[in-house]
């Protein structure tokens, strides 16, 4: 396990903290991933998020080597001593004067395993296909809603049609197949591993306009992040229901899909 913070910038280790937060507060995006025994779950879905958006945002490809590297010795992979390590990792694409790749590794984090709690609010993510740094807002709105005893805020249009967390998406299961909700949102890299899944296990999906009063009705409503999954409990003063068979089957459709070593494609 990481036991303090490590951080490569540009493939070297970083010594200055003040460098760190110069790059990873500027202009950017990121990618964020659980690493245990030095593996990784959907490596190349994370260097195709972090491609797609460098080309995006800075109209150039991303140095998909120099990402693999830098997680790498963040990680002491290159150590040679044992299988590696468990931990939280960043990887962060930023321009400051140039262009860097940022890699932090932390302590690993696991997910929740009590029903979530949600405040629903008002808000959407600027280009929210990308995950990008200046994430105030959502950091804002998250420390809001636990002051008022909730777990993560739920983000909706003015119409209160709901997109996505603050930090997760969201998705429903009626027993036959997942609904996520249709509007713009961050594609996560856990949802899409679980599309995986479902569709190995022959489980449909699809996307639906969502509201907070059509939650009720599911057996398992559940949220997705880089830790995993966990199911929904509440939502504001709508209570849901946690059908754990449902729950276990959705976590398995995510948990089944396979760690990789975290090499070069």
């Known amino acids: 396990m990481i036991d303090i913070e490590r951080t ?61 590297d830098s997680i790498r010795s963040a990680l002491g992979l290159d150590s040679g001593l044992g299988a590696g390590p468990d931990a939280s990792v960043r990887v962060y694409v930023c321009e400051v004067a140039q262009l860097h790749v940022l890699v932090t590794a932390t302590a690993p984090v696991e997910i929740a395993t009590t029903p979530q709690s949600l405040r629903s609010v008002r808000y959407q993510r600027f280009l929210p296909h990308i995950k990008h740094t200046g994430g105030f807002p959502q950091g804002y709105l998250g420390r809001r809603v636990e002051a008022e005893g909730f777990d993560e805020a739920l983000l909706t249009t003015d119409d209160g049609v709901i997109s996505e967390g603050s930090i997760t998406n969201l998705g429903c299961y009626d027993g036959n197949r997942v609904i996520w909700p249709d509007a713009p949102m961050l594609h996560g890299i856990t949802m899409q591993l679980m599309e995986a899944g479902l569709t190995r296990a022959g489980v449909p999906y699809e996307s639906r306009v969502l509201r907070v009063e059509d939650l009720r009705d599911f057996p398992a409503v559940f949220l997705t992040n880089s830790r995993g999954v966990v199911p929904v409990g509440r939502v504001d003063d709508v209570t849901l229901k946690v059908d754990e068979r449902a729950v276990g089957r959705l976590i398995g459709y995510f948990e089944g899909m396979p760690w990789e070593k975290i090499h070069h494609s």
Do not use: N
């Open 8 to 68: 490569v910038i540009d493939g070297k280790l970083a010594e200055a903290p003040e460098v760190t937060l110069a790059v990873s507060a500027r202009y950017g995006h990121f990618t964020a991933m659980q690493v245990r025994q030095g593996r990784v779950r959907g490596l190349d879905r994370h260097l195709d998020r972090l491609d797609r958006a460098t080309e995006e945002l800075f109209g150039r490809p991303l140095d998909r080597a120099l990402v693999v």
